[in-house]
Each structure stands twice: as structure tokens, then as C-alpha cells.
């Protein structure tokens, strides 16, 4: 089952998750709190609407009364030991979800939100069938689990020119090749904190990451003018 989880995050464009929508890509629709008004803007209702209730707008509210939706609402204290994006998470795998794609996920103030669920998705890497992602519609971030193999078309994401970088999550990666990129690798060892394996850019269609082990963020968005 494929979840999408709308954060309180900004989202700069919707054209590839509208476009998701319309292709039937996801079978379960959640709103976290003020991430509501990212199913507004795609006029979607979501399934389950989850969190403490005190972002969202009321102009939000309101349009989710007149679809009539969501089929679930879960209200949670403002005071609770789990971020909105924990809680989704959570709600998303008790019903079945084995990939989950997370919208509005960075914070643009709180860069400890940011973090966090880079974190978060390190954790979740195990227990799904497809490695998580977090976008803003422009920025994707995969989180691979080694061993791994991960082939990027750039068909499926806006005609832009992007830069990609591979980030150790975990103490180290082993075993990281590319193919489809302009600065190759093959078979090498990534260390935590090293940049070896930052800003790379696509000389091909797609571009595959082999990842043997560890965990790492594939993290691809626009390139700089």
C-alpha cells in the first residue's frame, strides 16, 4: 500500500504530486494538522486528517466540511511526545503502508524538524517495501537502505536541470557505484561527514545508485544558476 502524508512544510510546486493523484499512485491519503492545505490546493481529500488541530486554516476547515471528508480524524494533545510527521508515519504502517512519500516535510524556520525526519526516515528505511521520500515538490530525498539498488528517471520530475548528492546516514556506506552520472563511482566506501559523494550532476535519461550497505539520503534538486 502507498501512502502520501501532507506536512505542515511549504511544498514549491505540485505538478508531479497532482499528476500522482490523477494516476492513481497512492492508496492512502493523510493530512498532518496544517499539511491540510496542500490537499486543498490539489483538490484531494484526504482519508485521515491527524495531529493537535491548531494550524490548520480555516479556510481549510471549511472545504474539507463541504467534501465531506476525511473518513477519519484523529486529535491528538498540542503537548505529545511524537512530531506530526512520527504520528503519520505511525498510523500510515498500522494500515497496511509499505511506501510512503512525505509532502511539505522541510521546515523552512525550524531546521531540528528537518532533521528529525531525515532521521525518522532512517528508522522507517526497514520496515517498507520502497525506500521513504520527502519532497517540496522540487527537492526529492530517498532513503536508501543497503543492499540496494535505485534507478532515477528524470521523465518522472520537472524538466530542470539537478544536482544530486549521497549523504551517509549511518556510520558508513559500502560498496556505492553510479551509473548515469557524470562523476563516477564505483564500488566505494562513503564515511559519515565525507562529501565525496556531493554534487554530482545526471549525463543520462536516469541515473542508478548501488548501495551494498548502510544507510544513506539521495537527496536530488534543482541545481544552483
Known amino acids: 500500500m502507498r501512502a502520501l502524508i501532507a506536512l505542515g512544510g511549504p511544498v514549491r510546486d505540485y505538478?508531479?504530486?497532482?499528476?500522482?493523484?490523477?494516476?492513481?499512485?497512492?492508496?492512502?491519503?493523510?493530512?498532518?494538522?496544517?499539511?491540510?492545505?496542500?490537499?486543498?490546493?490539489?483538490?484531494?481529500?484526504?482519508?485521515c486528517l491527524l495531529g493537535d488541530m491548531d494550524s490548520i486554516r480555516p479556510i481549510d476547515r471549511e472545504w474539507l466540511e463541504r467534501a465531506a471528508a476525511p473518513a477519519q480524524a484523529l486529535k491528538f494533545p498540542v503537548e505529545k511526545d511524537w512530531?506530526?510527521?512520527e504520528l503519520c508515519a505511525d498510523y500510515?504502517?498500522?494500515?497496511?503502508?509499505?511506501s510512503l512519500t512525505f509532502l511539505g516535510i522541510f521546515g523552512s524556520v525550524r531546521p531540528d524538524h528537518s532533521l528529525m525526519n531525515l532521521q525518522l526516515m532512517t528508522r522507517l528505511a526497514p520496515k517498507l517495501r520502497a525506500a521513504p521520500l520527502l519532497t517540496d515538490g522540487l527537492?526529492?530525498?530517498?532513503?536508501?537502505?543497503?543492499?540496494?539498488?535505485?534507478?532515477?528517471?528524470?521523465?518522472?520530475?520537472?524538466?530542470?536541470?539537478?544536482?544530486i548528492s549521497l549523504i551517509a546516514a549511518t556510520r558508513t556506506?559500502?560498496?556505492?557505484?553510479?551509473?548515469?552520472?557524470?562523476?563516477?563511482?564505483?564500488?566505494?566506501?562513503?564515511?559519515?561527514?565525507?562529501?565525496?559523494?556531493?554534487?554530482?550532476?545526471?549525463?543520462a535519461a536516469e541515473f542508478t545508485v548501488r548501495l551494498a550497505s548502510g544507510t544513506g539520503w539521495l537527496i536530488v534538486t534543482p541545481a544552483d544558476d
Open 15 to 47: 505538478q508531479i504530486i497532482r499528476q500522482g493523484l490523477q494516476q492513481k499512485a497512492y492508496d492512502l491519503l493523510i493530512a498532518a494538522d496544517g499539511g491540510l492545505r496542500h490537499f486543498h490546493q490539489l483538490d484531494c481529500p484526504p482519508d
Open 83 to 85: 512530531s506530526d510527521a
Open 92 to 98: 500510515a504502517c498500522k494500515a497496511g503502508a509499505d
Open 139 to 163: 527537492t526529492w530525498v530517498w532513503t536508501l537502505r543497503g543492499p540496494v539498488t535505485h534507478t532515477t528517471r528524470l521523465s518522472e520530475l520537472l524538466p530542470l536541470p539537478y544536482t
Open 173 to 203: 556506506l559500502k560498496g556505492v557505484s553510479y551509473q548515469g552520472l557524470r562523476y563516477p563511482l564505483q564500488d566505494r566506501t562513503i564515511r559519515q561527514g565525507s562529501s565525496l559523494a556531493i554534487s554530482n550532476q545526471a549525463e
